[in-house]
């Protein structure tokens, strides 16, 4: 199982990026995906997760309303847009695959990791 996280950068606040995360060596529609972030001396925190169909979400409320989280099995890939981003929004956000059914909000409910992709907001 590979995921493969793309899409940040660094954006001003208020601005907008959109990641992505390709999926491959398994089963990608059967499962619940999620994204989580890390910033530098604080715990991994979860961020959003979608349902193997895509037609449930679950959002961070810090992140409620400006995140949208969405994905495409044809695809095999997951995504993150993100708008009115701000200063606080800035870590390294990594995509995962949720082991268990029911929404996971801690990272240990999460089997496989993607490798991370950098985003800063600046003020």
């Known amino acids: 199982v590979q995921l493969q996280a793309s899409g940040g950068g660094l954006v001003q606040a208020g601005g907008s990026l959109r990641l992505s995360c390709a999926a491959s060596?398994?089963?990608?529609?059967?499962?619940?995906m999620g994204w989580f972030r890390q910033a530098p001396g604080q715990e991994r925190e979860f961020v959003a997760a979608?349902?193997?169909?895509?037609?449930?979400?679950y959002y961070a409320d810090s992140v409620k309303g400006r995140f949208t989280i969405s994905r495409d099995n044809a695809k095999n890939t997951v995504y993150l847009q993100m708008n009115s981003l701000k200063p606080e929004d800035t870590a390294v956000y990594y995509c995962?695959?949720?082991?268990?059914?029911?929404?996971?909000?801690?990272?240990?409910?999460?089997?496989?990791w993607g490798q991370g992709t950098q985003v800063t907001v600046s003020s």
């Open positions: 995962a695959r949720r082991w268990a059914t029911g929404w996971g909000l801690r990272s240990y409910e999460y089997d496989y």
């Open positions: 979608i349902s193997w169909s895509g037609g449930s979400t």
């Open positions: 060596g398994h089963t990608f529609s059967s499962y619940i």
